[in-house]
């Protein structure tokens, strides 16, 4: 009995990291597809807007940009934030984000939920069942072990 517990527990323990490499490569997968293709399609436009841009427009935008950094140095220094990092705008920058040095500093930035397709969470299905499974047997095991 023990002998077969142990096996049972070994099997499953292979099963195990089959399904999370599985899982691996597919999280790889959808990073790739969809993070790195969305944030490059998302710099391409920021830069194709700005390219169209006249310089009177650009200006126009600059200026804006200049009262959003005033009002971000105030609001920053009235919530105690360190107001020196706050990014000062660029003439003719396609994207502009005054907090951006605060978010990574702070650890937000670049945070996603992820996404997962029907795969990647029949998978994950799978792997919770595995858990429990190797959770009984680990119990069965030591219960037989225990016995005299």
Known sequence: MEKELTDRLSALQEEEDKLLAQIRLADNATTTQQGIGRAERQKFEAEAREN?????QKARELAARQREYEGAKTAAARRGLDSNM?????YGKAEYDPFGQIRGASGRSGTRTPTFNSAQADLRVDLDKVHNE???VRQELLRVQRQP
């Open 52 to 56: 169209a841009k006249t310089p009177r």
């Open 86 to 90: 706050i990014i000062p705008p660029q």
């Open 134 to 136: 190797k959770e009984r």
